[in-house]
C-alpha cells in the first residue's frame, strides 16, 4: 500500500514537473512594473481614448514624452528665446550654459527614472530638451512674480498662442520633474532668492492661470446651457 502511494507521488511530480518548471521560470524572472521613483505617469489607455483633448497638450511639450511630436514644433522657438532671456538675466549668476548642461547630465538617470514612460532619445537629445524646458519654466514662472522678469518678445503670432501654451503646462504626462526647476533656480538665483521664492512663484503662476480656466470653463458652461 505504502510503496502504491509513493508511486503515485511520483508519477504526480513527473507529470507536473512541466508546468512547476515553466512557473517558477516565470516567477524568478517576473519584474515587477511599479517602481517608486515614478512621478511623472503614462495615461492608461482606457482613459485616454476618446479623451486626448483633456492629456495631450495642444501647443507646447514638455519632457521626453511629446518631444518632437511635429504638430508641437512651432512653439520650440519660444522656449528658446524664453532661455537666452534667462541667461542674459542681469541677476543670473551664471550666464553660460555649461551648468545647467553639467546638472543635467549629472541627474540624467534620476530624471529618468521619474517617467513610467522610457524615453526614446539620445543622451545628447534628452540633456537639450531638459535644459531647454527648465530654463524656459523657471524663467516663466518668475516672470510672474518679479518686474525685473519682462516677458521675452516672441513675436505676435506666438505670443497669442501662449495664453493657450498655458493649459499644456498642465497636462499629466507633459511635465519635468520639480527638482530640475530647483536645481536651474539654484545654480541661477540662489545666491540673491531663497529656495521658497521658486514655489511662491509657481503657485502664483498655477493660482492665476486657474482663475483664467475657471472663467473659460463658467463661459463654455453658459453656452451650453442656453443652446438648451
Known amino acids: 500500500?505504502?510503496?502504491?502511494?509513493?508511486?503515485?507521488?511520483?508519477?504526480?511530480?513527473?507529470?507536473?514537473?512541466g508546468v512547476l518548471t515553466s512557473m517558477h521560470k516565470k516567477l524568478d524572472?517576473?519584474?515587477v512594473s511599479f517602481n517608486e521613483d515614478w512621478c511623472i505617469y503614462k495615461v492608461p489607455e482606457?482613459?485616454?481614448?476618446?479623451?486626448?483633448?483633456?492629456?495631450?497638450?495642444?501647443?507646447?511639450?514638455?519632457?521626453?514624452?511629446?518631444?518632437?511630436?511635429?504638430?508641437?514644433?512651432?512653439?520650440?522657438?519660444?522656449?528658446?528665446?524664453?532661455?537666452k532671456r534667462f541667461l542674459q538675466h542681469p541677476e543670473n549668476a551664471c550666464q553660460n550654459l555649461n551648468p545647467y548642461i553639467d546638472y543635467v547630465r549629472d541627474k540624467k538617470g534620476e530624471i529618468c527614472r521619474c517617467y513610467q514612460q522610457e524615453s526614446r532619445l539620445s543622451?545628447?537629445?534628452?540633456?537639450?530638451?531638459?535644459?531647454?524646458?527648465?530654463?524656459?519654466?523657471?524663467?516663466?514662472?518668475?516672470?510672474n512674480w518679479f518686474y525685473s522678469f519682462?516677458?521675452?518678445?516672441?513675436?505676435?503670432?506666438?505670443?497669442?498662442?501662449?495664453?493657450?501654451?498655458?493649459?499644456?503646462?498642465?497636462?499629466?504626462?507633459?511635465?519635468?520633474?520639480?527638482?530640475?526647476?530647483k536645481g536651474f533656480f539654484h545654480i541661477a538665483f540662489g545666491h540673491i532668492y531663497p529656495p521658497i521664492t521658486l514655489i511662491r512663484a509657481t503657485l502664483t503662476f498655477i493660482d492665476s492661470l486657474s482663475r483664467v480656466l475657471l472663467k473659460v470653463i463658467k463661459?463654455?458652461?453658459?453656452?451650453?446651457?442656453?443652446?438648451y
Not at 497669442?160 to 527638482?179: C, G, H, K, S, V
Not at 463661459?219 to 443652446?227: A, D, K, P, R, V
Request: with cysteine.
Open 1 to 17: 500500500m505504502e510503496n502504491n502511494t509513493l508511486q503515485n507521488e511520483i508519477i504526480v511530480q513527473d507529470e507536473n514537473n
Open 29 to 31: 524572472s517576473l519584474n
Open 46 to 83: 482606457y482613459l485616454l481614448k476618446g479623451y486626448e483633448y483633456f492629456y495631450q497638450p495642444l501647443l507646447m511639450s514638455i519632457g521626453p514624452v511629446f518631444y518632437k511630436d511635429p504638430k508641437l514644433e512651432p512653439m520650440q522657438k519660444v522656449k528658446w528665446i524664453y532661455l
Open 123 to 143: 543622451s545628447d537629445e534628452f540633456v537639450e530638451m531638459i535644459v531647454l524646458d527648465a530654463a524656459f519654466l523657471v524663467y516663466h514662472c518668475l516672470m
Open 150 to 181: 519682462d516677458e521675452p518678445l516672441v513675436g505676435n503670432n506666438l505670443i497669442a498662442q501662449m495664453a493657450y501654451a498655458n493649459n499644456d503646462l498642465f497636462r499629466l504626462e507633459n511635465q519635468i520633474p520639480y527638482f530640475v526647476l
Open 219 to 227: 463661459l463654455q458652461l453658459n453656452q451650453t446651457l442656453n443652446i
